[in-house]
C-alpha cells in the first residue's frame, strides 16, 4: 500500500473558494467604513467652519456676505475681510475644508451679515444625519 500526501484537486478548490468569499466580504466592508468616515469628515469640517464664522461674527458684528464653494479659489480661507484665496490676515481659518471627494458635494457657502448658509451631503450617513443633502446655519445643521 502506497501512503499519499498532500491535498486533493477538491479540497484546493474548496479553500480558494472559501478565501475569496472572505476577501469579498472584507472588501464590502471596507468600502462601507471609508463611506462613514468620508461622512464623519464632512460633518466635522462643517462644524469647524461654523465655529470659524461665530468667531468671526462676534469680532466683525456679521457674518461674510458671499456666496461660493468653500476650499479653493477666492473661499480658501476666512479673516478679517472674509473669505479670500490665500494669506488670510487674522485669520479664523487659515485653510478651509472641502469636500473629501469621491462622493457627496462641493461645500458651498450664501451668506448675509445676519446670516449663512453652508450646502453639504453625505454619502451615507453619520451622527444622526441621513445620507443626502444638508443645510448648516446659524442655528445648527439640518
Do not use: W
Not at 48 to 60: G, P
Request: hydrophobic content about 40%; overall charge positive.
Amino acid at each position: 500500500m502506497r501512503n499519499k500526501k498532500g491535498f486533493t484537486l477538491i479540497e484546493l478548490l474548496v479553500v480558494i473558494a472559501i478565501i475569496g468569499l472572505l476577501a469579498t466580504l472584507a472588501v464590502v466592508a471596507l468600502n462601507n467604513a471609508r463611506q462613514k468616515s468620508r461622512d464623519a469628515k464632512r460633518v466635522a469640517d462643517i462644524k469647524q467652519i461654523q465655529t470659524a464664522l461665530e468667531l468671526y461674527y462676534s469680532d466683525q458684528n456679521g457674518y461674510p456676505a458671499a456666496t461660493g464653494a468653500l476650499g479653493s479659489g477666492t473661499y480658501a480661507c476666512l479673516g478679517t475681510i472674509g473669505f479670500d484665496s490665500v494669506g488670510c490676515a487674522g485669520a479664523y481659518m487659515g485653510l478651509v475644508p472641502s469636500n473629501p471627494g469621491p462622493g457627496g458635494a462641493t461645500y458651498t457657502y450664501s451668506g448675509v451679515s445676519t446670516g449663512y448658509s453652508i450646502n453639504f451631503s453625505l454619502e451615507s450617513g453619520t451622527g444622526g444625519l441621513a445620507s443626502g443633502a444638508h443645510t448648516a446655519t446659524p442655528s445648527g445643521v439640518q
